[in-house]
């Protein structure tokens, strides 16, 4: 079965850490890039990190950099997202997503897989 699974979420206060993680089966993560992306209530879903397949790349939104790290274990076929002084503004449902060959790392249409999303709650 085809299918990527996103976990890692919780409850932490501003200025706390969390790392997700999104897990492949069923297909060789390897030969893919992937994104995290997140959605609020009310807004679209934004892409905040991205990982290349090939080279290992990586980009960030302007709204994480320099909070969050985006890294992959293509022998665990796995990816993570570490995520350190988070904000309130941080909250949301995360997802990972996968694309084989993605021309535009922020649109979700470029996408082939998706995880169930974890959500990310940041409150005191």
């Known amino acids: 079965q085809v299918q990527l699974v996103d976990s890692g979420g919780g409850l932490v206060q501003p200025g706390g850490s969390l790392r997700l993680s999104c897990v492949a089966s069923?297909?060789?993560?390897?030969?893919?890039?992937v994104a995290w992306f997140r959605q609020s209530p009310g807004k679209e879903r934004e892409a905040i990190s991205f990982?290349?397949?090939?080279?290992?790349?990586?980009i960030y939104a302007e709204s994480v950099k320099g909070r969050f790290t985006i890294s992959r274990d293509n022998a665990k076929k796995t990816v993570f997202l570490q995520m350190n002084s988070l904000k309130p503004e941080d909250t949301a449902v995360y997802y990972c997503?996968?694309?084989?060959?993605?021309?535009?790392?922020?649109?979700?249409?470029?996408?082939?897989?998706w995880g169930q999303g974890t959500q990310v709650l940041v409150s005191s």
């Open positions: 997503a996968a694309s084989l060959v993605p021309r535009d790392w922020v649109s979700p249409l470029e996408y082939d897989y």
């Open positions: 990982i290349a397949n090939t080279d290992g790349k990586t």
């Open positions: 069923g297909f060789p993560l390897g030969h893919y890039s």
